[in-house]
């Protein structure tokens, strides 16, 4: 079992920077993979970005590649997304989820955490 919590979030104006915080607990040994989604209003849920266990392999979304960063922190059971260049299109709420060994999908999600850019 793997409980999630993310912070971080909050109103930025555009052009601004955020950094959200996904912390894992319980049994983390078991994840192979972190990703962050994004669900905005009267929209799907849709992809932002993941990182490997090891941290050794990202992937992007095209829509926030070259001003989202995703990292993790294992001594920590953290991972990061640091977001620059905020533009009102990336409002939504930000969830952490987790991907577990042998399941076929992300399958633990955390509470998420609103993210507002606005003038």
């Known amino acids: 079992q793997v409980q999630l919590q993310e912070s971080g979030g909050g109103l930025v104006q555009p052009g601004g920077s955020l950094r959200l915080s996904c912390v894992a607990s319980?049994?983390?040994?078991?994840?192979?993979?972190t990703g962050w989604f994004r669900q905005a209003p009267g929209k799907e849920r849709e992809f932002v970005a993941s990182?490997?266990?090891?941290?050794?392999?990202?992937y992007y979304a095209d829509s926030v590649q070259g001003r989202f960063t995703i990292s993790r922190d294992r001594t920590l059971n953290t991972v990061y997304l640091q977001m620059n260049s905020l533009q009102p299109e990336d409002t939504a709420v930000y969830y952490c989820?987790?991907?577990?060994?042998?399941?076929?999908?992300?399958?633990?999600w955390g509470q998420g955490t609103q993210v507002t850019v606005s003038s």
């Open positions: 989820a987790a991907h577990g060994l042998g399941s076929t999908n992300y399958n633990y």
């Open positions: 319980g049994s983390t040994s078991y994840t192979v993979a």
């Open positions: 990182i490997r266990r090891s941290g050794g392999s990202t």
